[in-house]
Structures are given as structure tokens and as C-alpha cells.
């Protein structure tokens, strides 16, 4: 995955989220014009003199950020799947029914200022009527933009050759979806297909990669689930969602979230992780955090680099090649706490309790993990992030790879500072298994929070200072 997926993303998402910002304030302003300075005045005297605008105006603002948080509760901004308008008309009716009431409660409470009752009625009729007008020329324009392939996913078909011509068929009809179907795999080529046939199932890894494949779709026959296995062992630590056209049986047993695509349900079998908001999110909270820690830890920074000067000779900062991203190698940055080619006689190893490589203080570094201060450095070059799986380097990620199950999933994020593993005292030599396990659960159940209470417990673990050395 790109660094810069989530930015892709987010275009239209973002466009959205700021017609609907637009439009609810000028609803709201509009109504205030309406009750008090159209001819509707002439039919509803104003009995208490006319209210200043600006009154109005910051409730307007006030109202918009709530309107526009209902708005996403019903998942109108998501990054990838966008609703059609007729799903949107029941979404908007809703939302200004549950806005208009947060608005005359608010007013019914702030007794410094009078609100007039008109007003409000012309806010729920003018949020209506504007919204539905914008959200249809939303989904105009969004075809325009898909059809020049803005905002689209890249996407193989994969199955039998029963199904496979039909759900083409469908995808490519229904200008709602944003599923660009480059080709399909198969056991043998089909007729009826309209797109280019592109090799076996089991050539999958490659052909994504030729590609740049964001999605996989598969449909297969009820009794060929081992070959979906195969498919979602063959894609892990790529950034690629697995979608499949579930039957009847697989419905009924499924806990997973179904979705429609063409009005057929799907599963999806793996997201990308960070792909859109939550992307934005997470990188915009590494870059304030680690800027932010970098300028105020700059002082104690320069004692550390004295010291390690002043007590060891060779240099400040310790720099090694690590897999991260993508399974992409970058350097990444340490307080030396070694001997200068402490691998020299050995070749690459762990460090071990009491190593007789590590420094007087380089002992206290590594105890305190200040020698991990440095990858602030890395995050804000967009080649870490403050919280994620711990990068290994290169010779030792190969051999995991092929003896830990989900080891490459690892390589779907950026490589963290910390990770949950590390706070539940998973660091030095503790079972690679057991770390994986711990890594795939975060990467499949962040969130900022979850970032938060890491980077906290972190500050606990270094305290307690157990397994580090």
C-alpha cells in the first residue's frame, strides 16, 4: 500500500463531508432570512423586534458540527463504499429529525437569547429539501468523477465460470459501485466474459502485484472453500481486500458484516487497514505527537548524544536496515547503546540480558528505552508511526515469514515506535509467535484510542522496565 492511499480515499469522502458542511449552514442562514426579511413576515409579524444575525450564525456553526456527526454515525463520509441516493433519502430524513430536535433542545435551555419557533421549523424543512438537492448532485458528479476513474478500486474477479459472467455483468452496469474490474482468474477461460482473462487462482500474488490490485471479488461454487483458503493465505501481508459472494449456508453462519454490491450480499473477508479517515487520522496524530515530543525532548537529546560521546567511541546514533511497509526496507534510528560492529564476530543476533556489547550507558538506554527516541525521527518521515508492530530486519523477517502463520500481515502498516505487543511484555527474546498474535490484533482492531492507551501503558512498561535489555 501506498503511503498516500488514505489521501485517494479520501477525496470524495472529503468533498462530501464539506457540500453537506456547506450546505446544512446555508440552510440554516437561510432560514433566518426567510422567517425575517421575506414577504413571509407579512403573514408572521415579528412581534420582538429583529434578532441580530450573528446570533444565528454561531448557533448555524454549532448546528453544522452536530448535523455533520449524525451524518457519519450513519456512515454517510466512509472512505471506499459510498451509499446510493436512494439509500441517502432515508439517512437525511432521519438526520434532520434527530438535528432539529438536538437544536430546539438547546435553545429551550440557553435562556439568554430568544429563538424564534418559525426559525427552527425553517431550518428542518430548508435541511431537508437542500440536502437531498446536494446529495443527488453529489452522486452526479461522483459518477463523473469514477468514470474518469476517480476514487475507483482496481479489481480481479476470481471463481467458476457459472457465476463469474453474471456478477461481471452486474458490477459493470452499476454506475452506484467503485469497483474497476481489470480481469478475472479462473480455472479455464469463459466466453461470456467481457474482460481479459488473467491465469489461475494460484497465480493471484503476482497478477496483483502486475496490476496494482486493490480488491479481489470471489465467487465460488458451495463445495470450493478450500480454494478460498488458499486465496487468503496466498495475499497475506498485501494490502488488498478479499470480498466473497457468500451462498445461502456460508449467510446463515456468518458473523461477519454483509454489504451489497450490485444487490448482491458480500462478505468482506479483509479490509485495508488505514486506507482512508482512518489513515488521515492516525498520521495526522503521529505527526503533532512526535513533533510536538521532539521539541520539547530536544535538550535531553543533547545530554544523551554528550554521553554517549563522552563514554564510547564511535557514533551518536545507531543505524539499521528494517522491513516496515509493504515489506519495504527503510533505516531506522537508534541511541547507539553497542560497541561500535557489535555484530562483527557474531553476524545478526538478538540482544541478550547482560550483553557484554551494550555500554555503561547503553545499559541505561536500553533499560529506559531512550534508545528508541531517535524513530521520532522516522515517524515524521512517514517511514514509522508512534504505534505498531515492532520492524525486524531483513534475515530474520524471511525465516518468520515462512514458519509464523500471518507473520506478513505485520508488513500492512507502518512499523511502530511501540506496539501492543511491547506493553503486554512481549519484547527481547519473548516468542515471535506470541508477538504476531498480538500485532494482527491491533491491526485489525485500531483505533486512535486504542493508540492512546498504548503510548500510555508504554510509559508503565518503561518504568517497570521488564524485558528490556
Not at 439517512?91 to 427552527?120: D, P, Q
Not at 488505514?274 to 513533533?291: A, E, H
Not at 510536538?292 to 567511541?313: D, E, G, H, Y
Not at 521520532?376 to 514458519?403: A, H, T, W, Y
Request: glycine share 6%; proline share 4%; with cysteine.
Amino acid at each position: 500500500m501506498k503511503k498516500n492511499t488514505y489521501r485517494k480515499n479520501l477525496l470524495l469522502p472529503f468533498s462530501k463531508l464539506m457540500i453537506d458542511a456547506l450546505i446544512i449552514l446555508l440552510a440554516f442562514c437561510s432560514s433566518y432570512y426567510v422567517r425575517f426579511y421575506s414577504p413571509l413576515v407579512k403573514i408572521f409579524s415579528v412581534t420582538k423586534g429583529y434578532p441580530p444575525f450573528q446570533n444565528y450564525l454561531y448557533t448555524s456553526l454549532i448546528l453544522t458540527a452536530i448535523y455533520l456527526v449524525i451524518l457519519s454515525s450513519f456512515n454517510s463520509y466512509r472512505s471506499r463504499y459510498f451509499s446510493t441516493f436512494a439509500q441517502d433519502i432515508p439517512i437525511i430524513l432521519k438526520t434532520c429529525v434527530i438535528g432539529i430536535l438536538f437544536a430546539m433542545s438547546g435553545a429551550f435551555l440557553y435562556r439568554e437569547f430568544s429563538y424564534s419557533r418559525l426559525t427552527f421549523l425553517l431550518m428542518y424543512i430548508h435541511t431537508n429539501i437542500f440536502l437531498l438537492i446536494a446529495r443527488y448532485l453529489f452522486h452526479r458528479l461522483r459518477r463523473i468523477m469514477m468514470r474518469n476513474e476517480v476514487g475507483t478500486q482496481k479489481a480481479i474477479l476470481v471463481g467458476s465460470s457459472i457465476h463469474l459472467p453474471r456478477f461481471c455483468s452486474q458490477i459493470q452496469n452499476d454506475h452506484n459501485q467503485n469497483f474497476r474490474i481489470v480481469g478475472y482468474m479462473g480455472n479455464k477461460e469463459i466466453e461470456q466474459m467481457t474482460v481479459p482473462y488473467l491465469g489461475l487462482p494460484n497465480d493471484l500474488p503476482g497478477v496483483a502485484e502486475q496490476y496494482h490490485i486493490e480488491a479481489v471479488l470471489m465467487m465460488f461454487d458451495s463445495d470450493s472453500h478450500s480454494q478460498i483458503l488458499k486465496i487468503i493465505k496466498s495475499m497475506e501481508g498485501k494490502n488488498v481486500e478479499l470480498f466473497y459472494v457468500p451462498d445461502i449456508l456460508d449467510l446463515i453462519t456468518s458473523h461477519r458484516h454483509t454489504f451489497e454490491i450490485t444487490g448482491t450480499p458480500v462478505l468482506r473477508l479483509k479490509a485495508v487497514e488505514f486506507s482512508g479517515w482512518q489513515g488521515f487520522l492516525k498520521r495526522s496524530f503521529d505527526l503533532v505527537i512526535s513533533i510536538f515530543s521532539l521539541f520539547i525532548l530536544s535538550p535531553l537529546f543533547l545530554v544523551l548524544a554528550i554521553l554517549i560521546k563522552l563514554t564510547s567511541p564511535g557514533p551518536v546514533f545507531y543505524k539499521q536496515k528494517r522491513v516496515g511497509l509493504d515489506g519495504k526496507e527503510f533505516t531506522m534510528l537508534k541511541f547507539r547503546s553497542m560497541v561500535t560492529d557489535a555484530e562483527k564476530e557474531t553476524g545478526p543476533i538478538w540482544a541478550t540480558r547482560n550483553d557484554p556489547r551494550t555500554t555503561a550507558v547503553g545499559r541505561f538506554l536500553r533499560r529506559t528505552s531512550l534508545d528508541e527516541l531517535p524513530q521520532l525521527i522516522n515517524v515524521i518521515k512517514g517511514e514509522m508511526s508512534l504505534v505498531g508492530p515492532r520492524p525486524e530486519r531483513k534475515i530474520f523477517v524471511e525465516k518468520f515469514r515462512e514458519q509464523i502463520p500471518r507473520y506478513a500481515e505485520r508488513h500492512r502498516v507502518r512499523s511502530g515506535v511501540t506496539g501492543w505487543a511491547q506493553v503486554n511484555g512481549l519484547r527481547g527474546q519473548s516468542p515471535i509467535e506470541e508477538r504476531t498474535r498480538y500485532d494482527v490484533y491491533y491491526i485489525e482492531n485500531w483505533s486512535l484510542w486504542f493508540d492512546i492507551k498504548i503510548i500510555l501503558l508504554t510509559f508503565l512498561a518503561i518504568i517497570r522496565g521488564q524485558n528490556a535489555y
